[in-house]
């Protein structure tokens, strides 16, 4: 039986998009699990009353979970403990650049931005400090925490998933250079909480939107060095608008509450996903 979950994270009220998400994720668990978390490790970007609007608007659809939700914000101390198998590894190295350093180091290698999150590939500065430099930067302040990708894929060999649309994929972490794990200002990053997370939740498969694709490629990698179970895959394409766009949070028209307001039903917001899907 599948174990599926919807885990948007409360920056803004959901939209249409996130409503397509979270019914297409509870339709691929059939007779199965479907779960919802809360994804809000950013404490600035993320407000309770967001988290709030998620269980009332997903309610109002006329979905329904297991309780207790798992909210991220309250197992910081699992991310830790994953943070800590790796770093044991030697596979962690604390990263002192500016952001506005990444980006001259980037551009002078004659790097243009990554074409996904328009962010530079780290071009490894740190990784080559020596045991005393990183001593000293340590005792100034706190660092980011990078992975090390090429020493990680040199000890796992080559990785693969299963993605339901596209097939058999071939994981290259390597596209997005060493990815920050743990930042200063926020104990976990997006990548490791969420493969800690499906990985103690038991989902078997993980639904997301296409714009996620790629992230993919770095769970996998984070999956092999934590032990994990590596779940199923089903990337879907992303709800679009009469305009041909897809949703995002400035549309402040699709949210599930401004379409409530509008008197529209749960039945003719299911209905508009469907027919624009
Ligand atoms: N929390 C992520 C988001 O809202 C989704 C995470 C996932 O489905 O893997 O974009």
């Not at 109002?60 to 297991?66: A, H, I, S, Y």
């Not at 925490?145 to 060999?157: M, N, P, T, V, Y």
Request: proline residues 5%; neutral net charge; glycine residues 8%.
């Amino acid at each position: 039986m599948p174990v599926t979950r919807f885990a948007p994270s409360p920056t803004g009220y959901l939209h249409l998009g996130h409503a397509w998400s979270a019914l297409f994720a509870r339709e691929a668990a059939g007779d199965g699990t479907f779960l919802l978390r809360i994804e809000d490790i950013d404490p600035v970007r993320c407000k309770p009353e967001f988290t709030q609007s998620i269980f009332e608007d997903l309610r109002w659809l006329g979905l329904d979970w297991p309780e207790p939700v798992r909210i991220q914000s309250q197992h910081m101390n699992d991310y830790g403990a994953a943070l800590d198998k790796l770093r044991k590894r030697g596979l962690l190295y604390p990263c002192f650049c500016t952001r506005r350093e990444i980006e001259q180091n980037a551009q002078g290698a004659g790097q243009a931005p990554h074409a996904d999150d328009a962010a530079f590939i780290y071009p490894g500065t740190c990784r080559s400090l020596s045991a005393q430099e990183r001593a000293a930067k340590l005792a100034q302040g706190a660092a980011n925490w990078r992975l090390d990708i090429a020493a990680a894929q040199k000890i796992i060999g080559p990785l693969f998933w299963h993605d339901a649309v596209r097939g058999k994929i071939e994981a290259r972490p390597q596209m997005f250079g060493d990815v920050v794990l743990a930042r200063k200002d926020v104990a976990a990053s997006y990548h490791l909480s969420v493969t800690v997370d499906d990985h103690l939740q038991g989902i078997t498969l993980v639904t997301r939107g296409e714009d996620l694709f790629d992230s993919t490629h770095v769970h996998r990698l984070l999956q092999a060095l934590l032990g994990y179970e590596t779940p199923a895959y089903h990337h879907h394409p992303l709800l679009k608008g009469a305009d041909g766009r897809r949703f995002a949070k400035r549309d402040q028209s699709v949210t599930l509450r401004a379409l409530r307001a509008q008197g529209f039903t749960p039945e003719e917001v299911r209905e508009q996903i469907y027919l624009n899907r």
